[in-house]
């Protein structure tokens, strides 16, 4: 008995039971863990990925699901930083320790998908139930908005 | 007993000098140099060479700094490279950086007395000196190898941008010249750059990990995996020190994946292939328990017995000038003030976490903490090796904030190990770690001032009652005097007779180090109180701060560009209010104003202004950096943080309960910093200790109602 479902548009077979988090399916049995474990109950939105690209917090997300379903992870922006918000996270400056930074992308990625031009309302909307202990939502906050900048372009040029 | 008063050196003295004390006391700290300071992969490559402990040139020219210290989010991954290559001419982005092994002879903090351990905002300050000077050895013995090899004057010579060039263009890599380099002796005296001839240190650098740090490839000890690698999820008593008195496994035993049930001192693990498997079994799991002496406490009844003091209650005179006592009981106007503070939690993002692996007469362990031959030591007495078989590899770590000071869950993940003979990544659930902390203690601070004519004090005394953290750690004595609770005791304000005591109890909760110490604690009061003697005076706060400040010129300078950056001298926009607070820490010089409105009874923090004096800085952007997070991280605190005890169980178990400070929650930030040619100071804590007094400051400002205890709810408002 496996559970199919795609992750960053690859097809697996996951053999964790069907109530498994998606969060340790894809960290230990998948093996990306670049989504990270924070609280275990959708208070933190460290594991937060996208399932048909809504995001989600996969520690309170069971396996059962997402079969037949199209998951993203923050190994899916890009593997070298070639996304607007990656650029963006780094010409910002924004991570400190790191551990909350592929949630907090994550989020930012679902709100650029359906807003390209986000005011500091939206930002803080999409983005609260992302915690950073080491507070960088200034970062965040800038940095969300340089990407959409980059990316408002990239669609004026297109 | 000190009796100084310049408040920029009395840190650091005495806090080396008596760790030094305990170190020798307490016979656990100092482990010794047990490992030569050199990565095995690369002598066994045979194409790395190491000048000195801290640099490695690898004959393909790549330079690897060896950094001493943890990265956990306050960029020493950055400003250390940084240190190094100003003194080697390269770009500072050909540098690598792998972390240290324990060893506190090479890799030891002077500034905390030795032990190898990142904390107390130490790193850079630590490593200003000896960074550039070994960077500049290195130069130094490429130089003389590349004059060797060409016969010619090490002084026609140049080393930039990773190459030797001489005359008659010859020209070297630093690489090629590495294996004869490093065979020279290392020189004693090197020149060292003038400030004026930097081109790295004190420029904005973009931190070398971040490109790991937003495509998911950063390695966090929750992440690090070995071959045959199993999972535990390990019961611990609900009451903190409570132990095992007997266990049913079998139930736990039977479920999908799991390959045994061990008891540890701590508790009960349960070992699986995967860890849900464990963590899933874990709750099947019939653990009968000791709960011991833990088992009574309650914030309320331990708040109770700090002010009530007890016999085993330690006084201990901090600092004296004149009679204070007299001139407050003779005098007409007296300010009288009691500050408290709760237990605190330190909760980083990344739960406790460590992978063990005790086979063939060694120990592996690797993953986050902030005390590499704390981490060695103690596993080895825990398990009764000899710490030179126990191997430590840091990796990245998910927040450190004092509580991967511990090695609490190091020792668990080795004993676990030991016990099933297999590699063992232990993982803490939130709630393990929130319900398993060394808490911050609680603390209560008595003050009482006399006022002259003129308003200003004329006397004061100050006393502050916690718990010695170092008396646990360190095994400092409990008769002598702990440093790190009399941090920002003594405020800069010029009075002319004062005493300051600091009296140690045991409320009997463990506590440990939370980011700035007990500067938190005494800056809350400090500031606090003179903005109480101010109010009583009828004089405006800043105003009146001013004028006992003409001795102390950094202070007032950052106190007046505050000020004037806030917009002191005008009102604040309608139905906001705005409060000052003052602290020097880490020998870094600090002023904030907060603005805040009220809503519903309870602060909104809308704009903090931040002015820091901390002499030199290394990457000014990791500065603005570090000051933003200790300010989110204290206004955490400041608004919400409370830990509350039943019967000796931890009440706060996950993020909903004990609520920290969101982006929306998250206030404008706007930081000045200090040009000076000062010796640099700390900057990765100081700022959290501000938050707290400038807006419970503002609070008053805006209610009247003084609020002298955190958190600053609606509740704790209302009652004041």
């Known amino acids: 008995m496996s559970t199919r479902f795609s992750v960053n548009g690859r097809t697996v077979d996951a053999k964790a039971e069907a109530d498994t988090p998606l969060l340790w399916v894809i960290r230990d049995e998948i093996g990306l863990t670049g989504t990270k474990f924070g609280c275990g109950a959708a208070l933190c939105g460290a594991c937060t990925v996208h399932v048909d690209g809504q995001p989600v917090r996969s520690c309170q997300t069971p396996l059962s699901a997402v079969a037949g379903r199209k998951v993203s992870t923050i190994e899916s922006l890009s593997r070298n930083n070639t996304h607007p918000l990656q650029k963006a996270w780094i010409a910002h400056d924004v991570p400190q320790c790191g551990y909350c930074q592929s949630g907090q992308l994550m989020s930012a990625a679902a709100l650029l998908a359906k807003n390209k031009n986000p005011s500091d309302a939206d930002i803080d909307a999409a983005m609260s139930g992302n915690i950073c202990r080491c507070g960088t939502y200034a970062r965040i906050k800038a940095a969300i908005k340089t990407a959409a900048a980059e990316m408002r372009g990239a669609r004026s040029q297109a | 007993m000190s ?61 690897t700094l060896i950094s001493a210290r943890s990265e956990m989010g306050q960029g020493v991954y950055t400003s250390m490279p940084m240190l190094i290559a100003e003194e080697l001419n390269v770009d500072v982005r050909t540098v690598q950086v792998v972390i240290a092994p324990p060893n506190t002879k090479l890799y030891g903090n002077a500034l905390l007395g030795g032990p190898q351990l990142t904390g107390g905002s130490t790193s850079v300050r630590d490593g200003w000196e000896k ?30 941008n990773g190459n030797v060039t001489g005359p008659g263009g010859k020209k070297a890599s630093y690489g090629q010249l590495a294996a004869e380099a490093s065979k020279l002796p290392v020189p004693e005296k090197v020149a060292l750059k003038e400030p004026g001839d930097f081109r790295i240190v004190g420029k904005r650098t973009r931190r070398l990990d971040t490109p790991a740090k937003t495509n998911g490839t950063a390695e966090f000890g929750i992440d690090v995996k070995l071959p045959g690698m199993v999972y535990a999820s390990l019961e611990q008593c609900p009451v903190i020190g409570g132990t095992v008195k007997g266990f049913d496994g079998a139930k736990a035993k039977a479920m999908p994946g799991v390959i045994d049930v061990v008891q540890i001192p701590d508790g009960v693990a349960v070992v699986a292939d995967t860890y849900w498997h464990a963590k899933k079994a874990r709750e099947a799991l019939a653990v009968q328990w000791d709960e011991g002496s833990g088992a009574t406490l309650n914030e309320k009844t331990m708040l109770e017995g700090i002010r009530a003091g007890a016999p085993s209650d330690k006084v201990l005179p901090l600092k004296a000038n004149g009679d204070a006592e007299a001139a407050i009981k003779d005098a007409k106007k007296v300010v009288r003030a009691e500050y408290v503070m709760p237990l605190l939690s330190h909760s980083p993002m990344e739960p406790m976490n460590f ?181 009583a005076a009828g004089k405006d706060p800043y105003a009146y701060r001013m004028a006992l400040l003409e001795k102390q010129p950094r202070f007032a300078n950052v106190l007046r560009l505050a000020a004037d950056k806030a917009g002191w001298s005008t009102a604040a926009p309608a139905g906001r209010a705005r409060g000052i607070a003052l602290m020097e820490g880490y020998d870094t010089y600090m002023a904030q104003i907060a603005e805040v409105s009220m809503q519903n009874g309870a602060p909104v923090v809308h704009k903090v202004t931040v002015v820091a004096d901390l002499g030199r800085m290394v990457n000014p952007d990791t500065v603005e950096a570090q000051i933003q997070s200790a300010i989110v991280f204290g206004l955490s605190a400041a608004l919400y943080g409370e830990i509350t005890l039943d019967k000796g169980r931890v009440q706060q178990t996950n993020f909903d309960r004990y609520r920290v400070v969101r982006m929306n929650e998250s206030p404008t930030i706007d930081i ?41 709810t609606a509740e704790n408002i209302a009652s004041a």
């Open chain 2, 131 to 160: 960074l550039r000077v070994a960077g500049a050895q290195v130069r130094e013995m490429l130089l003389s190898a590349a004059a060797a090899k060409w016969n010619v004057d090490a002084k026609s010579l140049k080393a930039e």
């Open chain 2, 672 to 712: 000045t910093l200090v040009q000076s040619n000062e010796k640099p100071g700390g900057i990765g804590e100081p700022a959290t200790a501000l938050i707290g007094p400038a807006v419970a400051n503002a609070v008053f400002a805006a209610t009247g109602k003084r609020v002298r205890g955190m958190p600053f």
């Open chain 2, 3 to 63: 009796t100084t008063t310049n408040t920029g050196t009395r840190g650091g003295l005495s806090r080396r000098g008596f760790l030094q004390t305990s170190a020798v006391a307490s016979g656990g700290l100092a482990i010794g140099a047990n490992l030569a300071g050199l990565s095995v992969e690369a002598i066994a490559a045979g194409t790395i060479h190491t000048p000195n402990a801290w640099v490695h040139i690898a004959d393909d020219n790549t330079i």
């Open chain 2, 355 to 535: 992978t063990a692996w005790v086979h063939d007469g060694k120990v592996d362990l690797i993953g986050p903490t902030q005390w590499q031959d704390g981490a060695q030591g103690t596993v080895a007495k825990a398990l009764g090796v000899d710490p030179q078989t126990i191997s430590v590899r840091t990796t990245f770590l998910g927040g450190g904030f004092g509580r991967r000071i511990d090695v609490d869950f190091i020792v668990q993940a080795a004993q676990i190990s030991k016990a099933v003979g297999k590699p063992v990544k232990l993982i803490w659930t939130r709630e393990d770690d929130m319900t398993h902390d060394f808490y911050r203690p609680q603390s209560l601070h008595q003050m009482a001032a006399a006022l002259g004519d003129d308003g200003k004090p004329t006397a004061m005394t100050f006393r502050m009652v916690s718990q010695s953290i170092t008396g646990r750690v360190f095994g400092l004595p409990l008769e002598v005097q702990d440093p790190l609770m009399t941090e920002a005791a003594i405020a800069p304000y010029e009075i002319a007779a004062t005493r300051h005591e600091v009296v140690k109890h045991d409320a009997g909760l463990r506590v440990g180090y939370w980011r700035s110490v007990s500067h938190a604690l005494n800056a809350f009061a400090n500031e606090s109180f003179i903005d109480e003697c101010a109010a």
